[in-house]
């Protein structure tokens, strides 16, 4: 039987072992990416795909990354949240990768709304 | 829903609004007897014999609850498209499991799609949740158990992007290796799923 084996995960974790040995303290940015059957069958997963790439190249300790059900306005799916410690929440609307990236790159880790792509304040 | 994957993200995640804390999911791809089965198992409050009656009615959902919607129903609604069945088994207080089954050759038959991604996707969204994960192709298995990842390296590593990076590559590799000894049509499937990313 084949098998994710310990052998493969000590691999892994080698490979990772300086990004989770800085990888503590408190999380000031949290992204919500929402995956009710709504975000789903609109492409949040490959928001959420696009989200982990981002984050693994840009290797912060700070960042959050959740995945919640349905926001109530499933026709702006695929809905992403972010809320940067001592502002307002941002919601976006209708992500698709590279818009994930944009918001990561310029909302994320610069401070600047994309208020392009952004539903409400919340 | 493009992908049967998807669903699956779906359906799991219902489990993990029904209280879960442990997503069990089973995919069997039987070629020889021409089946598809999926599985999926968590251990949620369940749902009274009253509410499975009526599960597969949109309309009769009560959005409230999010433990069924429009997600079981389209799930139904792919499977008997495919000649398949779809099963409910639940018990108020220990969990509910869902088994659709498909034809794996009908025409209309979503490809499985990337299903490493949903798995990834699940851990990564999830950090308090555990998931166990099964894939057979042709009576050839692959599993994957975070409860025994998190037992061997630090619990924490699971919510880090770099690790989950890798992981969603070697589940890919994996799966390919399980499709690649024969000729057939998932190994394409899982270089489709590649070639997303």
Known sequence: MAKLTIDDLKKIKEKTAKETSLREGPASIKITVHMGTCGIAAGARE??????????AADRQD??????????????????????????????????????????KRHVLLGEVQTDFALAKM | MRELSLHILDIAENGITAGGDCIWIEVDEARKTDQLKIVIRDNGHGMPAKKIKNINDPFITSRTTRRVGLGLSLLAAAAKRCDGTVRIDSQPGK???????????HIDRAPLGDIAATVTTLIIGHPGIDFVYSHRVDGKDFSLDTREIRSEIEDTSLSDPVVIHHLTKSIRSALKALASDEDNLESSEEQNGKADN
């Open chain 1, 63 to 104: 960042i959050r990354v959740v995945a919640s059900g349905c926001l109530g306005m499933c026709s702006s799916e695929p809905n992403v949240t972010i809320e940067v410690e001592d502002s307002e929440p941002i919601v976006y609307q209708l992500m698709d990768p590279n818009k994930m990236r944009q918001v990561f």
């Open chain 2, 95 to 105: 969990g509910t499991e869902v088994e659709a089954t498909f034809r794996y050759s």
């Open chain 1, 47 to 56: 928001v959420m795909n696009a989200l982990m790439e981002e984050m693994a």
